[in-house]
């Protein structure tokens, strides 16, 4: 049996030894970096206290962003500042004006298929408007919520055609980070749902 030191230096052996020669990390051990596996592995690497810095890494975040400020993706911009901000960095260029030009209701039918939560794009850009202490206008606010409380459901979750953990618990961090009472909405019924003694919660009530 390991005790916690052991497993802790195999997590942080396993982690950094994924890490790309020009920066980033690569959990397949490619000299291919990915702004995913960057931010997970430096969010690790921060939970268990470990000091990570690296000007090769710094330099690929950063990289991530074009000159004009913007990104390829939401996805991109959100694991380049979210990493940099964990390691108290900022992108070469002010961040905000991609953010908020991003930041719509869409059109749920549209979402390619594959994707485990219709909000995780707002989810991403929300987060990133908290992280930045991004203010948005009131009526931007009210119709971002709307939006979301559109997919609640009568078991107390959210989500598309029925209420999933994912979906529930973006849904209820956006509403959160836009100030609206999530206490009221009583999703910790559907959030015990979806407990399970074997595997401690499962994405919808009642599977395996």
Not at 51 to 68: C, G, P, S, V, W
Not at 132 to 159: A, M
Request: hydrophobic fraction near 35%; proline fraction near 4%; aromatic fraction near 14%.
């Amino acid at each position: 049996m390991l005790s916690t030191d052991d497993l802790k230096e195999k997590v942080i052996y396993y982690v950094k030894e994924r890490k790309c020669n020009g920066g980033g990390f690569c959990f397949y051990r490619l000299e291919e970096p990915n702004g995913s596996d960057t931010y997970y592995a430096v969010s690790i690497l921060n939970l268990l206290n470990i000091k990570f810095r690296d000007i090769n890494t710094m330099n690929y975040l950063r990289d991530l962003q074009k000159e004009d400020g913007s990104y390829s993706s939401v996805f991109s911009a959100y694991y380049s500042i979210k990493t940099l901000n964990i390691l108290k960095e900022k992108p070469i260029q002010d961040p905000k004006p991609y953010i908020l030009e991003n930041i719509r209701i869409y059109n749920t039918n549209r979402i390619p298929p594959g994707y485990t939560s219709i909000f995780r794009e707002m989810y991403y850009l929300i987060d990133l408007c908290f992280t930045l202490k991004v203010e948005l206008e009131e009526k931007i606010k009210n119709n971002l919520i709307n939006f979301i409380l559109k997919f609640k459901k009568g078991d107390g979750g959210f989500g598309y055609t029925h209420s999933t953990l994912i979906e529930t618990s973006q849904a209820l961090s956006i509403l959160k980070w836009l100030g609206y009472p999530i206490k009221m909405l009583n999703a910790e019924n559907f959030l015990k749902k979806c407990e399970n003694s074997i595997y401690g919660f499962t994405n919808m009530p009642n599977i395996t």
